[in-house]
């Protein structure tokens, strides 16, 4: 249900500066959809400045202040990653404006509706050497979905004319439909104000009360319409699509892939461009793995578990944290040496499905390379990132990815289920193995492992080692491990875990202010876990106007002094060579000695050391009763991590 808005002519600021008047039709129009806002402060940006105010008192909008910009752009777009819907940036000329450009590119390859709204000078004044000055429309030209400029008349609007006014509201929440529309992402207004950019004094007769906002319920995007994922998926799971083949499917060993040629009886089916139309579709036995990245689609999870295929999944995919077929230690597993079992079972895979976006290791981007196999992209429309000039082959409903996928031969999705286990159980003794050769200090690994197991908050997992160290050692449920009668015994662990990535470009950068949106959005306690270079990066997120609300953030500090990630790449190999050690280590490793505890000190916040898993977990204890920002500090050496991989995959040799 909607409240119709009130009609413009019932707002009365007329008696005001047209600055003002124009920065309250554009918050107007912004609040069409909008709840937040990040503002910078900046004088050209004024009247956005006192207009938001006053929108905020009128329970209109929930206005966030930061200093940095940057930072403001990636705080604002945890917001909107948080709620799904569009969140402004607010920031005065010049500069400021260019310091969005990082969050506006995250924005546009991770498909977040973030609005860059920057304050400009009149247009007269370009080109004249005028103060804070520079060319801003089209600034972010090719990484927004739309763009608009706004110039402020010179000519003061009568009340009885105000098109112009009115245009402008239009035109924004136009702006925020794109934003927010089939291919969601980040849009641009760029509003040239004119002088005064202060609000004028009320007459004394003035009644304040006549300008009250006016406002259209929020309603969330819905994918509605026939077809759409969910009805899709509501047919499927109703059988309507599968009916009871997927029930009546053939026994097949799954460690004979010649047996599923055998018995898979309808060879029509193998193309399901190929399957007769009158008959429904065929759903041939095909040994298909679901490769889930990040934002993967829920209904592609629960096709997957319906067809009984087993699902690799990254942990910025749902599917990681919430659901039974997600493989524990796959990476293992589709790198184990050949002659392995475990290098046999990935070897006969035949068919991949990827949902989402997988983005972190290379042996899952050399599964989807390899030449035996087919694979295809689900993509039901909208993916910021999916270039299918580019990319493999891409099908866009559940109908297309069943028939593409098959069901799974008989104890498929075991025989992944058992390997898993398996890999986790190598990936545990390796882990127990490395902290005795470094008699007892922590490894990175396990501090990743540790902290995405334990914490019950929302996780921001920052880019670089940490979700790869993730993605390799994390459990769902760590009874399954300890249980004697293996998978089957699971149980599920679903409760609303949420994890969050920037998968988009993987920056190091604004990872932490992008945890406090979060927060701020969620109004709940965020854990993030991220390395020392990129909370060093983004140290300025702790920086919290003393007015604002502080978010309630566990920023644990995996500080290896350094880049530890570039050692396991192609650079560690070249630092092994003679004379190169320091080479690579001051151009890649980037050793620093920043003093984390006087830093946490100098913002106010509160400040933990963690030497080993008991201190790490006190550090994360008692949520309840804490409230705003927490550091965990934990020191690890990132020296050691090269041998370790290496001692690990030699182990998968008999996995
Ligand atoms: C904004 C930005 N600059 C540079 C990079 C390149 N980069 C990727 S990982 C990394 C090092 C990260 O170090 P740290 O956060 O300490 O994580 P570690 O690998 O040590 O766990 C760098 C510089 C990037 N991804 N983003
Ligand atoms: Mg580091």
Same mark, same amino acid.
């Given at each position: 249900?909607?409240?119709?808005?009130?009609?413009?002519?019932?707002?009365?600021?007329?008696?005001?500066?047209?600055?003002?008047?124009?920065?309250?039709?554009?918050?107007?129009?912004?609040?069409?959809?909008?709840?937040?806002?990040?503002?910078?402060?900046?004088?050209?940006?004024?009247?956005?400045?006192?207009?938001?105010?006053?929108?905020?008192?009128?329970?209109?909008?929930?206005?966030?202040?930061?200093?940095?910009?940057?930072?403001?752009?990636?705080?604002?777009?945890?917001?909107?990653?948080?709620?799904?819907?569009?969140?402004?940036?607010?920031?005065?000329?010049?500069?400021?404006?260019?310091?969005?450009?990082?969050?506006?590119?995250?924005?546009?390859?991770?498909?977040?509706?973030?609005?860059?709204?920057?304050?400009?000078?009149?247009?007269?004044?370009?080109?004249?050497?005028?103060?804070?000055?520079?060319?801003?429309?089209?600034?972010?030209?090719?990484?927004?979905?739309?763009?608009?400029?706004?110039?402020?008349?010179?000519?003061?609007?009568?009340?009885?004319?105000?098109?112009?006014?009115?245009?402008?509201?239009?035109?924004?929440?136009?702006?925020?439909?794109?934003?927010?529309?089939?291919?969601?992402?980040?849009?641009?207004?760029?509003?040239?104000?004119?002088?005064?950019?202060?609000?004028?004094?009320?007459?004394?007769?003035?009644?304040?009360?006549?300008?009250?906002?006016?406002?259209?319920?929020?309603?969330?995007?819905?994918?509605?319409?026939?077809?759409?994922?969910?009805?899709?998926?509501?047919?499927?799971?109703?059988?309507?699509?599968?009916?009871?083949?997927?029930?009546?499917?053939?026994?097949?060993?799954?460690?004979?892939?010649?047996?599923?040629?055998?018995?898979?009886?309808?060879?029509?089916?193998?193309?399901?461009?190929?399957?007769?139309?009158?008959?429904?579709?065929?759903?041939?036995?095909?040994?298909?793995?679901?490769?889930?990245?990040?934002?993967?689609?829920?209904?592609?999870?629960?096709?997957?578990?319906?067809?009984?295929?087993?699902?690799?999944?990254?942990?910025?995919?749902?599917?990681?944290?919430?659901?039974?077929?997600?493989?524990?230690?796959?990476?293992?597993?589709?790198?184990?040496? !050949?002659?392995? =079992?475990? +290098?046999?079972? %990935?070897?006969?895979?035949? @068919?991949? /499905?990827? #949902?989402? *976006?997988?983005?972190?290791?290379?042996?899952?981007?050399?599964?989807?390379?390899?030449?035996?196999?087919?694979?295809?992209?689900?993509?039901?429309?909208?993916?910021?990132?999916?270039?299918?000039?580019?990319?493999?082959?891409?099908?866009?409903?559940?109908?297309?990815?069943?028939?593409?996928?098959?069901?799974?031969?008989?104890?498929?999705?075991?025989?992944?289920?058992?390997?898993?286990?398996?890999?986790?159980?190598?990936?545990?003794?390796?882990?127990?193995?490395?902290?005795?050769?470094?008699?007892?200090?922590?490894?990175?690994?396990?501090?990743?492992?540790?902290?995405?197991?334990?914490?019950?908050?929302?996780?921001?997992?920052?880019?670089?080692?940490?979700?790869?160290?993730?993605?390799?050692?994390?459990?769902?449920?760590?009874?399954?491990?300890?249980? !004697?009668?293996? =998978?089957? +015994?699971?149980? %599920?662990?679903?409760?609303? @875990?949420? /994890?969050? #990535?920037? *998968?988009?470009?993987?920056?190091?950068?604004?990872?932490?202010?992008?945890?406090?949106?979060?927060?701020?959005?969620?109004?709940?306690?965020?854990?993030?876990?991220?390395?020392?270079?990129?909370?060093?990066?983004?140290?300025?997120?702790?920086?919290?106007?003393?007015?604002?609300?502080?978010?309630?953030?566990?920023?644990?500090?995996?500080?290896?002094?350094?880049?530890?990630?570039?050692?396991?790449?192609?650079?560690?190999?070249?630092?092994?060579?003679?004379?190169?050690?320091?080479?690579?280590?001051?151009?890649?490793?980037?050793?620093?000695?920043?003093?984390?505890?006087?830093?946490?000190?100098?913002?106010?916040?509160?400040?933990?050391?963690?030497?080993?898993?008991?201190?790490?977990?006190?550090?994360?204890?008692?949520?309840?009763?804490?409230?705003?920002?927490?550091?965990?500090?934990?020191?690890?050496?990132?020296?050691?991590?090269?041998?370790?991989?290496?001692?690990? *995959?030699?182990?998968?040799?008999?996995?």
């Amino acid at each position: 249900m909607t409240t119709s808005r009130r009609p413009f002519r019932e707002f009365d600021d007329s008696y005001d500066v047209e600055s003002l008047r124009l920065a309250r039709r554009v918050i107007r129009g912004l609040t069409m959809s909008m709840r937040h806002i990040v503002l910078a402060p900046g004088s050209r940006s004024a009247p956005m400045a006192y207009a938001l105010r006053e929108a905020e008192d009128l329970g209109a909008i929930t206005v966030h202040v930061r200093i940095d910009e940057r930072s403001a752009a990636f705080t604002a777009l945890g917001i909107a990653l948080a709620t799904k819907s569009p969140v402004g940036v607010v920031t005065t000329s010049g500069t400021a404006a260019g310091n969005l450009l990082p969050a506006m590119m995250e924005a546009d390859l991770s498909g977040v509706p973030l609005v860059a709204i920057t304050a400009d000078r009149p247009e007269e004044l370009h080109g004249t050497g005028a103060n804070q000055t520079a060319w801003q429309q089209g600034m972010f030209a090719g990484r927004v979905r739309d763009e608009i400029h706004l110039e402020q008349g010179e000519a003061r609007l009568e009340p009885e004319s105000r098109d112009d006014m009115l245009a402008a509201e239009t035109q924004v929440g136009l702006l925020l439909r794109v934003a927010t529309g089939s291919s969601p992402g980040p849009v641009h207004l760029n509003i040239g104000f004119r002088d005064p950019l202060v609000p004028s004094e009320p007459a004394a007769a003035h009644q304040p009360g006549a300008q009250r906002w006016a406002r259209t319920p929020f309603v969330p995007r819905r994918v509605t319409g026939t077809g759409s994922p969910e009805q899709l998926r509501a047919e499927i799971i109703g059988g309507e699509i599968l009916g009871d083949r997927a029930a009546d499917r053939p026994a097949v060993d799954a460690q004979d892939p010649a047996a599923a040629e055998r018995t898979e009886g309808n060879r029509e089916a193998q193309d399901p461009a190929q399957a007769p139309a009158e008959s429904g579709p065929q759903l041939a036995p095909r040994r298909t793995v679901f490769v889930m990245g990040a934002e993967a689609p829920a209904e592609a999870r629960e096709l997957a578990r319906r067809l009984g295929h087993p699902l690799l999944a990254e942990p910025s995919s749902d599917a990681r944290w919430s659901d039974l077929g997600a493989i524990q230690g796959y990476r293992l597993i589709l790198q184990a040496p !050949e002659g392995s =079992p475990a +290098s046999e079972l %990935a070897g006969s895979i035949e @068919r991949v /499905v990827v #949902a989402g *976006r997988p983005t972190l290791t290379r042996p899952v981007q050399q599964l989807i390379n390899r030449a035996d196999v087919e694979a295809v992209q689900y993509a039901p429309g909208g993916e910021a990132w999916f270039d299918h000039r580019l990319a493999r082959r891409r099908l866009a409903d559940l109908p297309s990815i069943a028939l593409f996928a098959g069901v799974a031969p008989a104890g498929w999705q075991d025989a992944w289920s058992e390997r898993g286990l398996a890999a986790q159980r190598l990936i545990d003794a390796a882990l127990t193995e490395q902290e005795t050769l470094a008699q007892g200090e922590l490894s990175s690994v396990r501090v990743a492992q540790f902290v995405a197991e334990t914490v019950k908050t929302p996780l921001l997992l920052g880019s670089s080692s940490v979700i790869r160290d993730v993605d390799l050692a994390a459990v769902l449920n760590r009874s399954v491990l300890e249980s !004697e009668s293996g =998978p089957r +015994s699971r149980v %599920a662990d679903d409760g609303g @875990r949420r /994890v969050y #990535a920037m *998968r988009g470009l993987a920056g190091i950068d604004g990872n932490l202010s992008a945890a406090s949106g979060i927060a701020l959005a969620r109004n709940t306690r965020v854990t993030a876990l991220v390395g020392d270079l990129t909370f060093l990066h983004d140290v300025n997120a702790l920086l919290v106007p003393a007015t604002e609300r502080e978010p309630d953030l566990d920023i644990v500090v995996v500080n290896d002094s350094g880049g530890a990630i570039f050692d396991q790449l192609e650079h560690g190999a070249v630092g092994r060579r003679e004379g190169q050690a320091e080479t690579v280590e001051r151009f890649f490793g980037t050793p620093q000695t920043v003093d984390i505890e006087a830093l946490a000190d100098a913002y106010g916040h509160e400040y933990h050391f963690a030497d080993d898993l008991e201190s790490l977990g006190e550090g994360l204890s008692g949520i309840e009763d804490r409230i705003g920002i927490r550091i965990i500090e934990v020191r690890t050496d990132r020296t050691v991590l090269r041998d370790f991989h290496a001692r690990l *995959r030699s182990a998968s040799e008999h996995l």
